[in-house]
Protein backbone atom coordinates (compact mmCIF):
# COMPACT_ATOMS: atom_id res chain seq x y z
CA UNK A 1 0.00 0.00 0.00
CA UNK A 2 2.92 2.53 -0.91
CA UNK A 3 2.56 6.19 -1.59
CA UNK A 4 5.24 8.50 -2.79
CA UNK A 5 6.41 9.95 0.46
CA UNK A 6 7.70 13.63 0.33
CA UNK A 7 11.32 14.19 -1.12
CA UNK A 8 12.34 15.13 2.49
CA UNK A 9 10.19 11.93 4.30
CA UNK A 10 11.91 9.01 1.81
CA UNK A 11 15.17 9.13 2.70
CA UNK A 12 14.19 8.84 6.75
CA UNK A 13 11.11 7.09 7.31
CA UNK A 14 11.79 3.61 7.98
CA UNK A 15 8.16 2.45 8.67
CA UNK A 16 5.36 0.93 6.63
CA UNK A 17 4.49 3.68 4.16
CA UNK A 18 0.95 3.02 2.99
CA UNK A 19 0.80 3.98 -0.35
CA UNK A 20 15.67 27.51 2.13
CA UNK A 21 14.98 28.89 5.66
CA UNK A 22 14.45 32.27 7.40
CA UNK A 23 16.80 32.00 10.33
CA UNK A 24 14.71 34.94 12.05
CA UNK A 25 11.97 32.38 12.44
CA UNK A 26 13.50 28.54 12.26
CA UNK A 27 15.62 27.32 15.07
CA UNK A 28 18.05 24.18 14.51
CA UNK A 29 16.67 21.10 16.16
CA UNK A 30 18.64 19.55 18.57
CA UNK A 31 22.30 18.18 18.57
CA UNK A 32 22.72 14.55 18.04
CA UNK A 33 23.56 13.81 21.27
CA UNK A 34 20.04 15.23 22.23
CA UNK A 35 18.08 13.35 20.09
CA UNK A 36 19.86 9.50 19.82
CA UNK A 37 19.30 9.51 23.85
CA UNK A 38 16.07 12.04 23.93
CA UNK A 39 14.94 13.21 27.12
CA UNK A 40 11.91 11.54 28.73
CA UNK A 41 8.94 13.83 29.84
CA UNK A 42 6.30 10.26 31.57
CA UNK A 43 6.75 8.15 28.40
CA UNK A 44 6.53 10.95 25.47
CA UNK A 45 9.93 11.38 23.98
CA UNK A 46 10.67 15.30 23.66
CA UNK A 47 13.59 16.53 21.53
CA UNK A 48 14.75 20.48 22.02
CA UNK A 49 15.50 23.06 19.79
CA UNK A 50 18.49 25.32 20.36
CA UNK A 51 18.51 28.58 22.44
CA UNK A 52 17.24 31.27 20.94
CA UNK A 53 16.44 34.37 22.22
CA UNK A 54 12.98 34.82 21.06
CA UNK A 55 11.98 31.72 23.30
CA UNK A 56 11.15 29.53 20.17
CA UNK A 57 13.06 27.04 21.62
CA UNK A 58 10.34 24.71 23.40
CA UNK A 59 10.63 20.94 23.56
CA UNK A 60 8.40 18.70 20.77
CA UNK A 61 7.32 16.40 22.94
CA UNK A 62 6.26 13.41 21.11
CA UNK A 63 2.16 12.89 22.69
CA UNK A 64 0.62 9.42 23.04
CA UNK A 65 -2.50 8.17 21.76
CA UNK A 66 -5.41 8.56 24.50
CA UNK A 67 -7.72 5.49 25.10
CA UNK A 68 -10.64 7.08 27.06
CA UNK A 69 -13.32 6.00 25.38
CA UNK A 70 -14.58 9.09 24.91
CA UNK A 71 -12.79 10.70 22.16
CA UNK A 72 -14.70 11.09 18.55
CA UNK A 73 -14.13 7.77 16.30
CA UNK A 74 -14.60 7.87 12.72
CA UNK A 75 -15.06 5.76 9.89
CA UNK A 76 -13.15 5.77 6.44
CA UNK A 77 -14.04 3.83 3.15
CA UNK A 78 -11.64 2.57 0.66
CA UNK A 79 -13.86 1.56 -1.91
CA UNK A 80 -11.18 0.63 -4.88
CA UNK A 81 -7.81 2.66 -3.97
CA UNK A 82 -4.95 0.79 -2.90
CA UNK A 83 -2.55 3.27 -2.87
CA UNK A 84 -3.49 4.85 0.63
CA UNK A 85 -1.18 7.99 1.24
CA UNK A 86 -0.79 7.32 4.91
CA UNK A 87 1.86 5.48 6.86
CA UNK A 88 0.84 3.70 9.44
CA UNK A 89 3.07 2.68 12.63
CA UNK A 90 3.69 0.69 15.84
CA UNK A 91 2.76 2.24 19.20
CA UNK A 92 2.34 0.43 22.96
CA UNK A 93 -0.84 1.87 24.67
CA UNK A 94 0.30 4.17 27.30
CA UNK A 95 -0.41 3.65 31.15
CA UNK A 96 0.95 6.17 33.54
CA UNK A 97 3.00 4.43 36.68
CA UNK A 98 3.09 1.60 34.74
CA UNK A 99 6.48 -1.01 35.90
CA UNK A 100 8.91 -2.09 33.92
CA UNK A 101 7.27 -5.77 33.24
CA UNK A 102 3.74 -3.73 32.62
CA UNK A 103 5.13 -1.74 29.92
CA UNK A 104 6.76 -4.98 27.85
CA UNK A 105 3.70 -6.65 28.41
CA UNK A 106 1.43 -3.36 27.04
CA UNK A 107 -0.58 -4.06 23.59
CA UNK A 108 0.71 -3.15 20.58
CA UNK A 109 -1.65 0.20 18.92
CA UNK A 110 -1.27 0.88 15.10
CA UNK A 111 -1.39 4.48 15.09
CA UNK A 112 -1.53 7.15 11.84
CA UNK A 113 1.56 9.11 11.80
CA UNK A 114 1.77 10.72 8.39
CA UNK A 115 -1.22 12.02 5.78
CA UNK A 116 0.52 12.89 2.90
CA UNK A 117 -1.50 15.64 1.34
CA UNK A 118 -3.38 15.14 -2.07
CA UNK A 119 -3.70 11.13 -1.02
CA UNK A 120 -6.48 9.09 -0.72
CA UNK A 121 -6.36 9.15 3.37
CA UNK A 122 -6.51 12.96 3.28
CA UNK A 123 -9.22 13.08 0.93
CA UNK A 124 -11.19 10.75 3.30
CA UNK A 125 -10.24 13.28 6.59
CA UNK A 126 -7.86 10.07 8.15
CA UNK A 127 -5.92 12.52 11.17
CA UNK A 128 -2.52 11.82 12.44
CA UNK A 129 -2.29 10.15 15.22
CA UNK A 130 -5.55 8.49 14.86
CA UNK A 131 -6.04 4.94 16.73
CA UNK A 132 -6.89 2.01 14.42
CA UNK A 133 -9.62 0.39 16.44
CA UNK A 134 -11.16 -1.77 13.17
CA UNK A 135 -10.81 -2.82 10.03
CA UNK A 136 -14.05 -4.27 7.90
CA UNK A 137 -15.63 -4.90 11.69
CA UNK A 138 -12.71 -6.87 12.95
CA UNK A 139 -11.33 -5.40 16.54
CA UNK A 140 -7.87 -4.38 15.35
CA UNK A 141 -6.57 -3.29 18.91
CA UNK A 142 -6.67 -6.94 19.79
CA UNK A 143 -4.18 -7.65 16.94
CA UNK A 144 -0.72 -7.04 16.67
CA UNK A 145 0.36 -4.11 14.38
CA UNK A 146 2.06 -6.54 11.63
CA UNK A 147 -1.82 -7.84 11.33
CA UNK A 148 -2.82 -4.89 10.75
CA UNK A 149 -0.86 -3.25 8.70
CA UNK A 150 -0.87 -6.56 6.65
CA UNK A 151 -4.88 -6.36 6.45
CA UNK A 152 -4.92 -3.08 5.01
CA UNK A 153 -2.80 -3.78 2.55
CA UNK A 154 -4.32 -6.72 0.94
CA UNK A 155 -7.34 -7.19 1.80
CA UNK A 156 -10.23 -6.73 -1.34
CA UNK A 157 -11.69 -3.44 -1.39
CA UNK A 158 -13.92 -1.90 -0.27
CA UNK A 159 -12.09 -1.42 2.79
CA UNK A 160 -13.92 -0.43 5.96
CA UNK A 161 -11.46 1.57 8.85
CA UNK A 162 -12.64 2.99 11.77
CA UNK A 163 -10.15 5.28 14.09
CA UNK A 164 -10.34 7.18 17.40
CA UNK A 165 -8.59 10.52 17.06
CA UNK A 166 -6.19 11.20 19.53
CA UNK A 167 -6.51 14.21 22.22
CA UNK A 168 -3.79 15.68 20.30
CA UNK A 169 -5.49 15.77 17.05
CA UNK A 170 -8.73 16.92 18.77
CA UNK A 171 -6.63 19.63 20.12
CA UNK A 172 -4.94 21.07 17.23
CA UNK A 173 -4.85 23.82 14.50
CA UNK A 174 -2.76 23.64 11.36
CA UNK A 175 -2.62 25.80 8.19
CA UNK A 176 -0.59 27.60 5.97
CA UNK A 177 -0.43 30.89 7.44
CA UNK A 178 1.21 34.38 6.08
CA UNK A 179 4.10 35.65 8.86
CA UNK A 180 6.07 38.65 9.23
CA UNK A 181 8.68 38.90 12.13
CA UNK A 182 9.23 42.93 12.42
CA UNK A 183 9.04 46.11 15.25
CA UNK A 184 5.51 47.28 15.72
CA UNK A 185 2.23 45.76 15.40
CA UNK A 186 1.47 46.41 11.96
CA UNK A 187 1.66 44.47 8.75
CA UNK A 188 4.06 44.77 5.99
CA UNK A 189 3.74 47.71 3.48
CA UNK A 190 3.34 44.51 0.66
CA UNK A 191 2.47 41.33 0.00
CA UNK A 192 5.94 40.71 -0.32
CA UNK A 193 7.03 41.29 2.71
CA UNK A 194 4.82 38.25 4.35
CA UNK A 195 6.74 34.87 4.67
CA UNK A 196 4.55 31.59 3.90
CA UNK A 197 4.68 28.89 6.97
CA UNK A 198 3.22 26.15 8.10
CA UNK A 199 1.45 26.10 11.40
CA UNK A 200 0.48 24.12 14.16
CA UNK A 201 -1.15 24.36 17.48
CA UNK A 202 -0.64 20.84 19.37
CA UNK A 203 -0.76 18.30 17.55
CA UNK A 204 1.48 14.83 17.10
CA UNK A 205 4.53 16.38 18.43
CA UNK A 206 3.79 19.06 20.78
CA UNK A 207 1.50 20.18 23.90
CA UNK A 208 -1.53 22.07 23.27
CA UNK A 209 -0.42 25.35 24.35
CA UNK A 210 2.67 25.00 21.79
CA UNK A 211 2.90 27.17 19.07
CA UNK A 212 4.74 25.66 15.80
CA UNK A 213 6.31 27.17 12.83
CA UNK A 214 7.44 25.02 9.89
CA UNK A 215 8.87 25.82 6.29
CA UNK A 216 6.31 22.86 4.80
CA UNK A 217 3.79 20.66 5.68
CA UNK A 218 6.29 18.41 4.53
CA UNK A 219 8.73 19.24 7.02
CA UNK A 220 6.21 19.03 9.86
CA UNK A 221 5.61 15.28 8.60
CA UNK A 222 9.00 14.17 8.52
CA UNK A 223 9.48 15.71 12.06
CA UNK A 224 6.33 13.42 13.11
CA UNK A 225 7.85 10.26 11.89
CA UNK A 226 11.91 11.27 12.85
CA UNK A 227 10.13 11.47 16.50
CA UNK A 228 7.93 8.35 16.48
CA UNK A 229 10.52 6.27 14.91
CA UNK A 230 12.79 7.99 17.92
CA UNK A 231 15.34 9.36 15.00
CA UNK A 232 17.27 13.09 15.58
CA UNK A 233 16.15 16.03 14.58
CA UNK A 234 19.56 17.20 13.57
CA UNK A 235 19.53 20.09 11.34
CA UNK A 236 15.69 20.38 11.11
CA UNK A 237 14.93 23.92 11.62
CA UNK A 238 11.51 24.99 13.56
CA UNK A 239 10.29 27.61 15.94
CA UNK A 240 7.98 26.10 19.08
CA UNK A 241 6.86 28.96 21.50
CA UNK A 242 5.05 27.70 24.74
CA UNK A 243 1.91 30.08 24.67
CA UNK A 244 0.85 31.52 27.72
CA UNK A 245 -0.44 34.86 29.37
CA UNK A 246 2.64 36.70 28.97
CA UNK A 247 2.02 36.49 25.06
CA UNK A 248 -0.40 39.30 24.23
CA UNK A 249 -2.56 38.97 21.35
CA UNK A 250 -4.34 41.43 19.27
CA UNK A 251 -7.43 41.82 17.41
CA UNK A 252 -7.58 40.57 14.22
CA UNK A 253 -7.99 43.82 11.53
CA UNK A 254 -7.92 44.08 8.23
CA UNK A 255 -4.81 45.05 5.30
CA UNK A 256 -5.14 46.02 2.06
CA UNK A 257 -2.39 45.68 -0.52
CA UNK A 258 -2.96 47.33 -3.83
CA UNK A 259 -2.91 44.86 -6.88
CA UNK A 260 -4.60 42.22 -4.28
CA UNK A 261 -8.62 41.55 -5.08
CA UNK A 262 -9.52 40.58 -1.53
CA UNK A 263 -7.72 42.39 2.06
CA UNK A 264 -5.47 40.52 4.07
CA UNK A 265 -6.56 39.09 7.42
CA UNK A 266 -4.13 39.43 10.15
CA UNK A 267 -3.23 39.94 13.94
CA UNK A 268 -0.50 40.80 16.10
CA UNK A 269 0.95 39.07 18.86
CA UNK A 270 3.73 39.96 20.92
CA UNK A 271 6.18 37.45 22.63
CA UNK A 272 7.68 38.89 26.06
CA UNK A 273 11.11 37.18 24.89
CA UNK A 274 11.54 39.14 21.78
CA UNK A 275 11.91 42.81 23.11
CA UNK A 276 11.86 44.36 19.46
CA UNK A 277 10.18 42.36 17.56
CA UNK A 278 6.64 41.20 17.28
CA UNK A 279 5.27 38.41 14.97
CA UNK A 280 2.16 38.49 12.63
CA UNK A 281 -0.13 36.21 11.53
CA UNK A 282 -2.34 36.86 8.31
CA UNK A 283 -4.30 35.16 5.40
CA UNK A 284 -6.63 36.17 2.67
CA UNK A 285 -8.54 33.19 3.75
CA UNK A 286 -10.59 34.69 6.72
CA UNK A 287 -11.21 31.25 8.66
CA UNK A 288 -7.82 29.96 8.67
CA UNK A 289 -6.60 33.46 10.62
CA UNK A 290 -9.92 32.83 12.58
CA UNK A 291 -9.07 29.16 13.30
CA UNK A 292 -5.48 30.24 14.77
CA UNK A 293 -6.42 33.23 16.34
CA UNK A 294 -8.79 31.48 18.34
CA UNK A 295 -6.62 28.58 19.82
CA UNK A 296 -3.89 31.62 19.93
CA UNK A 297 -6.45 33.23 22.64
CA UNK A 298 -6.76 30.34 24.50
CA UNK A 299 -3.34 30.84 26.00
CA UNK A 300 -2.60 33.86 25.68
CA UNK A 301 -3.93 37.65 26.70
CA UNK A 302 -5.66 40.38 24.71
CA UNK A 303 -2.74 43.47 24.04
Not at 106 to 120: D, K, L, S
Not at 128 to 136: D, E, F, H, K, Q
Request: aromatic letters at 8%.
Amino acid sequence: MGYAAPAQAQSQASGDMLGGYDDDFFSVGGSTSQASQPARRGSAMSVASEYTEDGGNEQLTLQQPESTGSLPKYTVSFDSETKLGMLLERRAAFTPGATSEQKKARPEQTVVTMVIEGGAAAQKGVAVGSRLLLINGQDATALPYARCLEMVKSLPRPLHLVFEKSMAACDSAKGWVLVKKSAGSGPPSSMAGWQRMFFVVGGAVAKRHVLQLYSSKAQYEDIVVRMFQGQPLTGMKYKAYALSGTFKCSAIQSKVYKGEHQPVKYFALRNPYSRTKTMKFASQNPSIVAALHNHVMRFATKG
